[in-house]
């Protein structure tokens, strides 16, 4: 009998927040579908150093504690509000978000200018396990803050320690939510460990990630649907690339409405709609791709067929 994986609950929860978005969101002024996610790299450091991470390499991924620039966040804060964004934005992307001190001046910036936004961190949880992390999650709740996703790459025994702070702070399912990152790949479906777009070698009892020899043969979603922006402004074409290969502009230059539906993203788009990943850094990438975001492909399909 085949044994039952373990399913990743924001699968469908994350596609059918995109979905929703969809349905409300305006077009750019140029009519191009608009983004539904908005990832944020907030600062250039995390605690820990991952085997299965491109940051167990010191020299390649130095901590770099700054954090995105206030006065380019609030350009990007009135680039939003003028398509009405209500989508998500989350804390996430290459770095410890809780490193930042003041995460929760940036929430209470997003929550005053956009009022329907939904602010997620995804966090490892280390520093909330800290003597002050209690408070300074409270803070951040105060501030705006919708849900904290907590990854837990240990072990079981970690479960027990968050389950406490969750009580602790009476948080409902959808405000904490921890995720089994330690599950191997034949225990889970949708939150397995990938290579990063080729930025990670690994090779154990579990897992072996490499770059690939061949790019799969099948289109990827992730540049239809969600943007990365870096600590340092720099716009990616996917929260994948950590060697930030296939940089499509930076904050301090463009905004983001004119980065989104640039030359460089929409040729990266026609190529992935017809399953061409024969280019950097989607050739050497084994990311699925294809488990959120199907409506906004499909809205870009629409868009650039005309």
Same mark, same amino acid.
């Given at each position: 009998?085949?044994?039952?994986?373990?399913?990743? %609950?924001?699968?469908?929860?994350?596609?059918?927040?995109?979905?929703?978005?969809?349905? *409300?969101?305006?077009?750019?002024?140029? $009519?191009?579908?608009?983004?539904?996610?908005?990832?944020?790299?907030?600062?250039?450091?995390?605690?820990?150093?991952?085997?299965?991470? #491109?940051?167990?390499?010191?020299?390649?991924?130095?901590?770099?504690?700054?954090?995105?620039?206030?006065?380019?966040?609030?350009?990007?804060?009135?680039? /939003?509000?003028?398509? =009405?964004?209500?989508?998500?934005?989350?804390?996430?992307?290459?770095?410890?978000?809780?490193?930042?001190?003041?995460?929760?001046?940036? %929430?209470? &910036? %997003?929550?005053?200018?956009? *009022?329907? *936004?939904?602010?997620?961190?995804?966090? =490892?949880?280390? #520093?909330?396990?800290?003597?002050?992390?209690?408070?300074?999650? *409270?803070?951040?709740? &105060?501030?705006?803050? +919708?849900?904290?996703?907590?990854? /837990?790459?240990? $072990?079981?025994?970690?479960?027990?320690?968050?389950? =406490?702070?969750?009580?602790?702070?009476?948080?409902?399912?959808?405000?904490?939510?921890?995720?089994?990152?330690?599950?191997?790949? +034949?225990?889970?479906?949708?939150?397995?460990?990938?290579?990063?777009?080729?930025?990670?070698?690994?090779?154990?009892?579990?897992?072996?990630?490499?770059?690939?020899?061949?790019?799969?043969?099948?289109?990827?979603?992730?540049?239809?649907?969600?943007?990365?922006? +870096?600590?340092?402004? @720099?716009?990616?074409?996917?929260?994948?690339?950590?060697?930030?290969?296939?940089?499509?502009?930076?904050?301090?230059? +463009?905004?983001? /409405?004119?980065?989104?539906?640039?030359? &460089?993203?929409?040729?990266?788009?026609?190529?992935?709609? !017809?399953? @061409?990943?024969?280019?950097?850094?989607? !050739?050497?990438?084994?990311?699925?791709?294809?488990?959120? $975001?199907?409506?906004?492909?499909?809205?870009?399909?629409?868009?650039?067929?005309?």
């Amino acid at each position: 009998m085949k044994k039952k994986l373990f399913t990743d %609950i924001n699968i469908k929860r994350i596609d059918d927040f995109l979905d929703k978005h969809l349905e *409300t969101a305006k077009n750019l002024r140029d $009519g191009a579908p608009p983004f539904s996610s908005v990832e944020i790299s907030i600062n250039g450091a995390c605690n820990r150093r991952c085997f299965f991470c #491109p940051r167990v390499d010191k020299e390649g991924y130095p901590n770099i504690l700054s954090s995105l620039n206030m006065k380019v966040f609030d350009e990007l804060l009135s680039d /939003l509000d003028s398509i =009405n964004y209500q989508g998500r934005i989350a804390f996430s992307g290459f770095c410890e978000p809780l490193l930042s001190k003041n995460l929760d001046k940036y %929430i209470l &910036k %997003i929550k005053k200018k956009l *009022t329907k *936004t939904t602010v997620e961190v995804v966090s =490892n949880g280390d #520093p909330l396990l800290a003597k002050n992390g209690k408070e300074r999650l *409270t803070n951040l709740y &105060k501030a705006g803050l +919708d849900t904290i996703k907590i990854s /837990l790459y240990d $072990g079981p025994h970690q479960i027990a320690l968050f389950d =406490n702070i969750k009580k602790d702070l009476n948080l409902s399912e959808e405000q904490y939510i921890v995720r089994k990152r330690y599950l191997g790949p +034949d225990e889970s479906f949708g939150i397995t460990i990938s290579n990063r777009a080729g930025s990670v070698t690994l090779k154990n009892e579990e897992f072996e990630l490499k770059a690939l020899k061949e790019p799969l043969k099948q289109p990827c979603y992730y540049p239809f649907y969600k943007i990365l922006i +870096d600590h340092d402004g @720099d716009v990616l074409m996917c929260s994948n690339d950590w060697k930030k290969e296939k940089t499509m502009g930076n904050l301090s230059n +463009d905004s983001l /409405l004119t980065i989104w539906s640039n030359d &460089k993203f929409i040729d990266l788009r026609k190529k992935l709609l !017809n399953s @061409d990943r024969n280019h950097k850094p989607c !050739n050497v990438c084994d990311v699925n791709g294809i488990l959120n $975001g199907k409506k906004s492909f499909e809205k870009w399909k629409n868009y650039l067929s005309k």
